[in-house]
């Protein structure tokens, strides 16, 4: 009887060390994501900035809006808003 009740325990035990490890497992699913996230967000931000700086050095040349909309492809509110 005790020895049984000894197996059940250690059966116990071992699942519960087998959902640690699903669990670390996870958690390190989560962390490979939030640093692809953060990669992609400053990729984002580095884009975002070669965009400005080339329609501001496309204004500087003296041209207009609707040309610049023409030479990007960017939406003209996008253009406008820079």
Do not use: H
């Amino acid at each position: 009887m005790i020895e049984e009740k000894e197996q059940v325990i250690e059966e116990k035990e071992q699942v519960i060390e087998e959902k640690e490890q699903v669990i670390e497992e996870k958690e390190q699913v989560i962390e490979e994501k939030d640093q692809v996230i953060n990669e992609k967000e400053k990729a984002l931000e580095e884009y975002n900035l070669t965009i400005t700086e080339t329609i501001n050095q496309l204004r500087v040349r003296g041209f207009s809006d609707s040309e610049i909309v023409s030479i990007t492809g960017l939406p003209l509110d996008k253009v406008s808003k820079i």
